[in-house]
């Protein structure tokens, strides 16, 4: 298992945290996700390491921003 930590910029409640869930959890090979819109931060789960750029996408499509933490 590999875990990765996202920061993201502009969610505010829980409605964007699920939008954020929602679209992250389309990328296969996840097992995980912890979405929090008080600390920013994205925690993915993953069977083997995940392409960020994929993450990243994922995270655009829902409306923010993402960088790696």
Not at 15 to 22: K, L, N, Q, T, W
Not at 29 to 50: K, Q
């Amino acid at each position: 298992m590999t875990t990765t930590t996202y920061t993201v910029t502009g969610m505010t409640c829980g409605h964007c945290e699920g939008s954020v869930r929602s679209e992250v959890s389309k990328l296969q090979g996840i097992t995980a996700i912890d979405v929090s819109a008080a600390s920013g931060r994205l925690v993915v789960t993953s069977e083997s390491p995940l392409d960020d750029t994929a993450v990243l996408a994922a995270v655009d499509e829902a409306g923010y921003s993402a960088a790696r933490a």
